[in-house]
């Protein structure tokens, strides 16, 4: 499944860098996030409870960022699996300045679900996923 968005912020590249590398404010951002741990330099450890439809589900993940060019770009691998199947995929975010002092966040991603999860909400997995990057992109603005 591939997903694109773009996302606005009122700050510049360096204070939407900065947030996006805080641990803390992305747990606090992620639709069903439980909680953030490191797990090595630039590898996090995650688990979050996602629902699509009628089924939910825990997933335990890990997330890899390489490629950083502080503030520009960076791109952000994760592999993660739960009672209901798996979920991996790569991320490439890039921040562009915006003529008014601000910030465009530019996402593309290509995500594989597997398991129960995709058997059941396969026709929604599309609007969920990009429902959820939404919101935490819309959560991110208002943290930053």
């Known amino acids: 499944m591939e997903l694109s968005g773009d996302y606005t912020f009122p700050k510049p590249p360096q204070a939407v860098w900065d947030a996006l590398m805080n641990p803390d404010v992305l747990a606090g951002c992620i639709p069903g996030c439980r909680g953030i741990e490191s797990d090595g330099p630039d590898r996090y450890r995650a ?30 691998t994760v592999e993660g ?54 919101r935490f992109f819309g959560c991110l603005a208002e943290s930053v």
């Not at 996602?50 to 791109?75: H, I, Q």
């Not at 290509?110 to 990057?133: E, F, I």
């Open 47 to 76: 688990v979050a409870t996602v629902r699509v439809g009628p089924v939910s589900g825990t997933y335990t993940a890990t997330v890899a960022l390489s490629d950083l060019d502080p503030p520009n770009s960076y791109t952000m």
């Open 81 to 134: 699996s739960g009672n209901l199947g798996f979920a991996n995929g790569t991320s490439t975010v890039t921040l562009t300045p915006s003529g008014d002092g601000g910030t465009i966040v530019h996402v593309d991603s290509d995500t594989q679900v597997g398991g129960a999860v995709a058997r059941v909400g396969q026709r929604m997995m599309g609007s969920v996923a990009k429902g959820m990057l939404d």
